[in-house]
């Protein structure tokens, strides 16, 4: 009996363990979030990147504290668009030389590879799923 109530223990402290970090992580926001940095804010949807890991974008985040925007003060908040340096906001969402993780654009970029209809779509300015208008 005694054996019995301490196997019971070990598997619910297991359960309890396992379910945590589950219960830590923070949910994807709902659809059409408008990265309102810019002067014309694109609307990013979470649903559409279900395939790509949270931490492919939300790259500091150590999958507990709360996730930051790219935006975010010490992050990418330099909004002039000359800016070369890591806070700048253009590069962070722009640049297809990011090392350290993907941009919006260069991940699209490869998504799209040679498919004439998705680069337009995904990697094009004015008039792509990005710059819609
Ligand atoms: C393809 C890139 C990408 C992926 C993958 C991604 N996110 Fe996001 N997330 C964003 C963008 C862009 C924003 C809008 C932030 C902004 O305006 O700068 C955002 C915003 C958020 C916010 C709101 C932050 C705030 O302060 O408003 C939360 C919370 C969040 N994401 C959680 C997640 C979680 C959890 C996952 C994984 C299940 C995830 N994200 C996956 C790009 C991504
Ligand atoms: C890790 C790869 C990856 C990154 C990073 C990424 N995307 Fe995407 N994005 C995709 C894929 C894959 C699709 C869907 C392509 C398809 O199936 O049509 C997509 C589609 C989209 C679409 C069209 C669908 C919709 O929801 O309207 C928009 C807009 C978009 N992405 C915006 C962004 C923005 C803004 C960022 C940066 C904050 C970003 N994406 C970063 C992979 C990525």
Redesign the pocket.
């Known amino acids: 009996m005694k054996k019995f109530l301490s196997l019971g223990l070990v598997c619910a402290a297991l359960v309890c363990f396992c379910a945590l970090p589950a219960l830590n992580a923070a949910d994807a926001p709902a659809?059409g979030l408008s990265?309102a940095s810019t002067k014309k804010p694109?609307?990013?949807?979470h649903?559409?990147?279900k395939?790509?890991?949270c931490k492919?974008?939300h790259h500091t985040w150590d999958g507990a504290a709360a996730v930051q925007k790219?935006s975010s003060a010490g992050c990418h908040d330099n909004f002039d668009k000359k800016d070369k340096s890591v806070n700048s906001y253009y590069q962070?969402?722009h640049s297809k030389k990011v090392k350290a993780?993907?941009?919006?654009?260069?991940?699209?970029a490869?998504?799209?590879g040679k498919d004439k209809d998705?680069k337009k779509?995904?990697t094009g300015c004015k008039g792509?799923?990005?710059h819609?208008d």
Do not use: I, W
Request: net charge negative; charged share 10%; glycine share 0%.
């Open positions: 659809d990265m694109v609307t990013f949807n649903s559409t990147h395939s790509a890991d492919a974008c790219c962070a969402v993780t993907d941009s919006c654009l260069s991940c699209h490869k998504t799209a998705m779509q995904l792509s799923a990005c819609v």
